[in-house]
């Protein structure tokens, strides 16, 4: 079983839908992140949090630690938004206490339609 | 601005044939990484460099070496590709390793085809 699960690993959604991408981790962790990566693209990290919520523009994210689970919302999503997202973990206990190393959950598919 | 830049961004190499990928950075960080990441799957840590210590995780084959000249530069070499090294491949940077305030920058990667 990996150390972090993403749910659902494909979604396809009608442009303007409210989005939810789930992450659960069984580790414990310093910082949890959410990245994106385009088809064939590099990686973009999104966020990085290790509690509460953040927002950017359209994109928010939360995280519960007693919970161990992190979702990624999307608001009004547009085709540009399609993309794979990643969510990764610092977990110290892992790596001997280096918590900048990260642990990656498999990612999550989207597809945006106009 | 380009704050992690990998070259070339689409590499082609024959079977056996040596190669390396090349990742400067203009963060002035300590800490680099490399990792491999195969087609719909997560990246795989392949090593990192802490400053001039190398460290290699404990599953990355013989074949594939780094070197970092300077803080701004390191190189991916692959001694002897095999088809199965066909891959994404991503450089990293964090301004430390053992601190939960820095984040993880990543370059767009560097996609090697092996015929």
């Known amino acids: 079983k990996n150390e972090v699960e993403q749910s659902p690993q494909n979604l396809t959604a009608q442009e303007g839908e409210f989005i939810t991408i789930n992450c659960s981790y069984s580790v414990g962790i310093s910082a949890l992140h959410w990245l994106q990566q385009h088809p064939g693209g590099g990686i973009v990290s999104l966020f990085m949090l290790s509690s509460g919520k953040k927002k950017h523009g359209r994109l928010i994210a939360t995280i519960n630690i007693q919970e161990k689970h992190s979702s990624l919302h999307i608001t009004a999503s547009h085709p540009r938004d399609s993309a794979v997202y990643i969510c990764a973990v610092r977990s110290p206990t892992n790596y001997g206490g280096a918590t900048n190393k990260l642990i990656f959950g498999t990612g999550t598919l989207l597809a945006v339609q106009p | 601005d380009a704050m992690v830049i990998q070259n070339p961004r689409y590499q082609v190499t024959q079977f056996g044939k040596p190669v390396t990928l090349s990742c400067s950075q203009t963060l002035n960080h300590n800490v680099m990484y490399w990792y491999q990441q195969k087609s719909s799957q997560a990246p795989k840590l392949l090593f990192h460099?802490?400053?001039?210590?190398?460290?290699n995780e404990a599953d990355t084959p013989d074949n594939f070496q780094s070197r970092r000249p300077n803080t701004s530069f390191c190189f991916l070499d692959i001694r002897s590709p095999g088809l199965g090294d066909a891959a994404m491949y991503l450089c990293?940077?964090?301004?430390?390793?053992?601190?939960?305030?820095?984040?993880?920058?990543f370059g767009p990667g560097t996609r090697l085809t092996v015929t």
């Open positions: 990293a940077t964090s301004r430390d390793l053992r601190s939960s305030h820095y984040e993880q920058y």
């Open positions: 460099y802490y400053d001039k210590d190398f460290n």
